[in-house]
């Protein structure tokens, strides 16, 4: 029988990143064979795949990319099924690796992607039969804009990408701390323009029903719900919501701030939890 000598286990391992001894019996199985040794991983992990294809993989991390010039970002989660293979560092290297390969392209072009030598969804599947957890790509979201800067929270649960109006001093201070306000408050819209006209009505509603048990005059209501449309807006978008490090001034002023033509004009944000 055909033993493998520990450089070969260590080179496959360094490729597929399956454990040394699922290497070893590959390379056992494959007779020294090193391409049929991968392959016989990847087959692994199919299996391994088809069987929790039902099981929910809710933990992971979240990493956002932007590219060298600032103008476009892509935010993926990598998910898989406990916070302890989340946590592990081979994993969330993957996770920037695969975000770095996703930017400028759609989902489905990064997942056709060419990996080192596999396609992306692939690699999901051979990583499922080495990590034994269900791994997919889950969240995917894209952005382009003049400038762009970048926030990942500490454990890599939530990230945001911010775009502001030009690439001018103050700029990259302004866009990672923008980046920090939309990871930490969630804003629903950018601005009251950006709201849905489903979730103006619903708030509308709530706030109509309230005024009435409270049993104010039908004639007031309207001037009433204004008021509580503008608080609204304070508190859930993005420009009009107070500064987390500065709750004196709007995001929109501390941007203007540090350089009076700025502007936030867009982000998106990506959340496990």
């Keep these: 029988m055909y033993t493998p000598v520990a450089a070969d286990v260590a080179k496959l391992r360094n490729t597929t990143g399956a454990g040394m001894m699922d290497c070893k019996k590959a390379l056992t199985e494959a007779e020294g064979d090193f391409d049929k ?50 946590k592990n560092e081979d994993f969330v290297n993957l996770a920037h690796d695969l975000a770095e390969l996703a930017l400028g392209k759609s989902k489905e072009e990064f997942l056709a992607s060419d990996y080192k030598g596999i396609t992306v969804a692939d690699k999901l599947t051979e990583q499922t039969g080495v990590i034994g957890e269900k791994i997919e790509v889950g969240s995917f979201e894209t952005i382009e804009g003049p400038f762009l800067g970048a926030y990942i929270h500490a454990g890599n649960k939530i990230a945001a990408i911010t775009s502001l109006s030009e690439n001018v001093s103050g700029a990259e201070e302004a866009a990672k701390s923008v ?29 109509r029903e309230l005024l009435t048990k409270e049993g104010k005059p039908a004639n007031i209501i309207d001037n009433i719900l204004k008021g509580k449309m503008q608080r609204f807006y304070k508190d859930n978008t993005l420009v009009h919501q107070s500064f987390i490090k500065d709750p004196n001034v709007s995001v929109a002023d501390y941007v203007k701030s ?13 959340s496990l939890t």
């Design 37 to 86: 040794a991968i392959e016989i991983l990847r087959k692994k992990g199919q299996k391994v795949a088809a069987n929790r294809a039902d099981r929910e993989s809710t933990e992971g991390a979240v990493i956002a990319k932007v590219n060298g010039d600032k103008t476009r970002g892509v935010i993926i989660a990598l998910n898989c099924e406990t916070d302890f293979v989340a």
């Design 258 to 270: 540090l350089n009076d033509g700025l502007k936030v004009v867009g982000f998106v944000r990506v």
């Design 179 to 207: 980046s920090m306000q939309v990871a930490a408050m969630n804003p629903i819209a950018l601005d009251e323009t950006k709201v849905s006209q489903e979730t103006i009505d619903k708030e509308l509603d709530i706030e």
